[in-house]
């Protein structure tokens, strides 16, 4: 079977005894037919509907191997002097060359992106055994500390304090797993954002007002009236999340990081101020890649395992949007995010939404 592409650049396909390219495919020789139609009778209506009166063709090889053939069609005849056959062997040669060194450039990239993920497993699974390890060993050390205590006495007070030391550190855990599950997820592409207008302000006010629940209270900036943007919701909250948990967690002098919202030539923009320890500036692009963690951390003890901004520019970037560091002037640092705006969305029903921004994209989906 051989595959043709015409002059419109469409695909057809024919039995490789078909047309003159095809006896020249066959039989590997330079064919040349002045009147195409006389030549080969049996397609004289296609060359004549193509207006193709002259064919000249030439095998493609490659190391003996046939690839396919090269044939040029003119609608005048005699066109072709002894150069052009010339030029048209010269054209297949090239031609193969071009069609050996994609097949290989292909079968090497098919290898490159085997190995590429690979590796990410590997860096998977090593991050996470090695950063798994620590919260678990604490959480089964206390929770055979409670349990030797309690067969000892069994009518003792609930010690409180390891309670709490063991659900913190099982919620680390937690997080942590989600952290490289979701991580892979995206690196996977597996997980489709549902995006809908929405107000971005009830996305800051719905993180706010969980730290608020935690008895910590971030001042924002909002814009007077709704700035919608068509946004997976709770995706957004993630990144905005994850942003304020650094901004606490590298913050130096315990100054509590600001949330700003506004417009900014068209886009939805969000920073996340914060006066902490700051990022080298050499590394301001690279603490977005999987795993970085820069400098300023590394030789504390600090815990995560540099997935968290690496999991917010894959969401940012599949709103089309961008996310990037800036300093702090006086010192920290501030993230921002860049997101195209959404034209306006009506108002909640009241009625059927009771609160909150999920009221708002509930709406929205409806509209
Ligand atoms: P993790 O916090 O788990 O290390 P992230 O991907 O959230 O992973 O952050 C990557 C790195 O970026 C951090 O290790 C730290 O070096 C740097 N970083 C992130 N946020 C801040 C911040 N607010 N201030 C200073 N450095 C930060």
Request: net charge negative; glycine share 6%.
């Amino acid at each position: 079977m051989l595959r043709y592409v015409d002059a419109a650049g469409e695909w057809l396909e024919y039995s490789d005894d078909a047309f003159i390219a095809g006896q020249a495919f066959r039989e590997q020789r330079r064919i040349v037919a002045l009147d195409a139609s006389r030549a080969d009778p049996d397609h004289a209506d296609v060359y004549k509907s193509s207006a193709a009166t002259t064919v000249i063709a030439a095998p493609v090889t490659s190391e003996g191997r046939r690839i396919g053939v090269l044939s040029i069609y003119a609608d005048r005849a005699p066109i072709f002097v002894e150069d052009d056959l010339w030029l048209l062997e010269l054209l297949a040669d090239h031609t193969a060359v071009l069609l050996e060194s994609r097949k290989i450039a292909t079968a090497e990239s098919t290898l490159r992106a085997r190995e590429d993920s690979a590796r990410l497993k590997e860096e998977f699974l090593s991050a996470a055994a090695h950063d798994l390890r620590t919260p678990l060993t604490v959480v089964l050390g206390q929770a055979e500390l409670l349990e030797r205590r309690l067969e000892r006495n069994p009518t003792a007070p609930v010690d409180l304090a390891g309670v709490t030391r063991l659900a913190r550190e099982a919620r680390r855990l937690r997080d942590l797993v989600s952290e490289l599950l979701d991580a892979q997820r995206l690196e996977e592409g597996a997980t489709v954002m549902e995006r809908s207008p929405a107000d971005v302000r009830n996305v800051v006010e719905s993180v706010r007002r969980r730290y608020h629940d935690q008895g910590i209270d971030l001042k924002a900036t909002l814009p007077d009236e709704p700035l919608v943007g068509s946004i997976d919701v709770p995706r957004l909250e993630q990144v905005l999340d994850n942003l304020v948990e650094n901004a606490l967690k590298y913050a130096s002098d315990g100054v509590l990081p600001e949330i700003h919202l506004e417009q900014h030539d068209g886009d939805v923009r969000l920073s996340v101020v914060d006066h902490g320890m700051g990022v080298p500036e050499d590394e301001a692009a690279r603490i977005f890649e999987r795993f970085y963690r820069a400098t300023n951390v590394q030789s504390i003890t600090d815990t995560g395992i540099g997935l968290g901004l690496y999991i917010c520019r894959r969401i940012v970037e599949s709103h089309g949007g961008r996310i990037w560091v800036e300093p702090t002037p006086g010192g920290g640092s501030t993230f921002k995010v860049s997101i195209p705006a959404a034209p306006a969305v009506p108002e909640p029903d009241p009625q059927r939404a009771p609160a909150g921004w999920s009221a708002g994209a509930e709406a929205a989906a409806d509209a």
